[in-house]
């Protein structure tokens, strides 16, 4: 009954901006913690960037001082600001969330993925 949605996605040059957004929807007790990876063709799908419900971060190196991850607790959602893009950041990118949701009367923690948005960096 959880769904993530993941928008924002598209082609851009080299050098330019995009901003993603993944929205968590449906039975949540809360979310715990969110981020973002992404998966180019014939690679592993690998991490970007997380952020706790309490707001801390972590960034894949090779990204950070160019993307910014925040949330917005009130809407169960998560952005991934992306700046000075490069021409490797091409790939999809997902949205995952770890999520605790009530089964039977207990409190259990449950991780899902969204279905992934298209980011194209041209050179």
């Known amino acids: 009954q959880v769904q993530l949605v993941e928008s924002g996605g598209g082609l851009v040059q080299a050098g330019g901006s995009l901003r993603l957004s993944c929205a968590a929807s449906g039975s949540i007790f809360s979310i715990n913690a969110m981020g973002w990876y992404h998966q180019a063709p014939g690679k592993q799908r690998e991490l970007v960037a997380t952020i706790t419900g309490s707001g801390s971060t972590n960034y894949a190196d090779s990204v950070k001082g160019r993307f910014t991850i925040s949330r917005d607790n009130a809407k169960n959602t998560v952005y991934l600001q992306m700046n000075s893009l490069k021409p490797e950041d091409t790939a999809v990118y997902y949205c995952?969330?770890?999520?605790?949701?009530?089964?039977?009367?207990?409190?259990?923690?449950?991780?899902?993925w969204g279905q992934g948005t298209q980011v194209t960096v041209s050179s």
């Open positions: 995952n969330a770890i999520i605790s949701r009530t089964t039977m009367g207990r409190v259990l923690e449950y991780m899902y």
